[in-house]
């Protein structure tokens, strides 16, 4: 029996993340972080050490636009690359309104609601290959 080396990159527990898909007019909201201003992605963040993802989404959201989920509802999750870090990604992402207007605060640079159409836009891919196609398939974006 042989062990895995613990740096390999085949053995790298996937970064789990908690996400928002906040739709309002047929715009999603995405957010920029500090560390990449160019790319956007939907706003969340990482569960804290005993954290469920619910709990995360409602921290991360408080902490980075001041505003609470409304009704938030489980809608997918996403197995893709993390486009800051670069390693496995495993995110959840949960339909949800917002308690008031979001206020860019904490690590990040800014905020848009987009279509997704946007050409002065980059999305982190997860949101682009998977969280639009599917917001567009149930009907929350227009194509």
Known sequence: MTREDPMSHDTVAPLLVAAAAVVSEGRLLVVSKKAAPEVFYLPGGKP???EDALEALTRELMEELGVSPVGPRFLTEVEAVA???GIPMRMT???????HEPQPAAELAGMRWISGHETDVTLAPAVRDHVLPLLRK???ICE
Do not use: Y
């Open 93 to 99: 992402v949960f339909e949800a309104g917002i308690s």
């Open 138 to 140: 149930n009907g929350l």
């Open 83 to 85: 486009a800051l870090e």
């Open 48 to 50: 804290d050490q005993g």
